[in-house]
């Protein structure tokens, strides 16, 4: 279920281009009327008004933006405006570099988008840096993270779905990962080979064998040794390949909860996921967060409440408000 509200009666894309024109001009950016706009397009809209503010007026939107916009809400800005297979590449790349290298990104987009987003996703990044993602993730890591990551993005896994689930390839391969985890071979060919390439029904019916024939789900196997990163990032990839509301639902939490809001994380999950299923990971992460009201809310609230959430609320800085509003 997403979130994203969108008006009944959305304004031509001249009409919103002309808008954000003006939003440019003058001393100040009208970031107001920025929130106005963008935050209530869906990703072909904002597509739509990207080209026609290309057309009419011969300058690049996302410079515009870039060049008006500062910090966390540029950041926001940018990769809520961009095509969602550019905003992966972004991220991709962002995920790979030295001062900015978070692998659980990119474990992430490998294992919650569809293989054909994915696989657009790729082609986005050659088109951008002028070389492929694959080729950057074998470059950028070595060992047994290597290991894991470079199978991870080169596949081109298939969709499936459960009418299509070899049960007997499930009990089978179940066994195999019980095996190859009470051994702690973690980094076993055929491990990774099922982790990497089955498609997730076909994993969800496998890991199900699992726990109803050895008592446990398979992260609590691999509970023991999470002080690990190989082993983190196995667990996030098992996470984001079966239940990745589950997931992102605790990423929101971790990136709220801890002192300081993490606004990276909290802005990444939130301007990939409102057209997917924020609601869902929205709802789940406001029942069980505890908000201390008299601290300043930078973009807290916005993002967590059910009853006035849009996208860019994320992008609504309230660093000098001590109290809860939203900016529709």
């Excluded at 072909?44 to 809400?73: H, M, P, T, W």
């Excluded at 490998?110 to 694959?134: D, G, I, N, P, V």
């Excluded at 390839?169 to 980094?187: M, R």
Aim: charged fraction near 25%; include cysteine; proline fraction near 3%.
């Amino acid at each position: 279920m997403a979130s994203l509200k969108v008006p009944a009666n959305v304004p031509l894309p001249e009409e919103d281009s002309e808008q954000l024109h003006k939003a440019f001009k003058g001393w100040g950016t009208n970031e107001g009327m920025i929130i106005s706009i963008l935050a209530h397009r869906n990703a072909a809209q904002r597509c739509l008004i990207r080209a026609v503010y290309a057309a009419n007026y011969n300058k690049n939107l996302l410079n515009e933006l870039d060049s008006e916009l500062s910090g966390d809400f540029e950041r926001a800005v940018m990769l809520w405006t961009l095509e969602p297979v550019e905003r992966d590449a972004n991220l991709a790349k962002e995920s790979i570099k030295m001062f900015t290298k978070n692998y659980w990104v990119l474990v992430e987009i490998a294992c919650t988008r569809h293989a054909l987003e994915f696989f657009k996703a790729k082609q986005a990044y050659q088109a951008r840096y002028k070389t492929s993602l694959e080729e950057d993730v074998a470059y950028h890591t070595s060992g047994d993270i290597r290991k894991l990551l470079v199978p991870l993005v080169s596949t081109f896994r298939y969709d499936g779905n459960a009418d299509e689930v070899n049960m007997k390839l499930a009990s089978s391969e179940a066994k195999i990962l019980h095996k190859k985890i009470t051994e702690k071979a973690y980094t076993d060919e055929d491990l990774i080979r099922i982790l990497t390439t089955r498609n997730k029904a076909q994993i969800g019916a496998t890991l199900n064998h699992f726990k109803d024939k050895f008592g446990s789900s398979i992260i609590k196997y691999l509970k023991e040794d999470s002080g690990d990163e190989y082993v983190q990032l196995l667990k996030t990839t098992i996470k984001c390949l079966t239940y990745p509301e589950k997931y992102y639902e605790k990423v929101l939490r971790r990136a709220i909860n801890k002192v300081g809001t993490d606004e990276w994380a909290l802005t990444r999950v939130v301007t990939t996921r409102a057209e997917v299923d924020m609601e869902r990971s929205k709802k789940n992460t406001y029942a069980g967060t505890v908000f201390l009201l008299n601290e300043p809310l930078p973009m807290t609230l916005l993002v967590t409440t059910g009853t006035c959430f849009s996208p860019f609320s994320v992008m609504t800085i309230l660093e000098t408000t001590s109290s809860f509003h939203c900016l529709q």
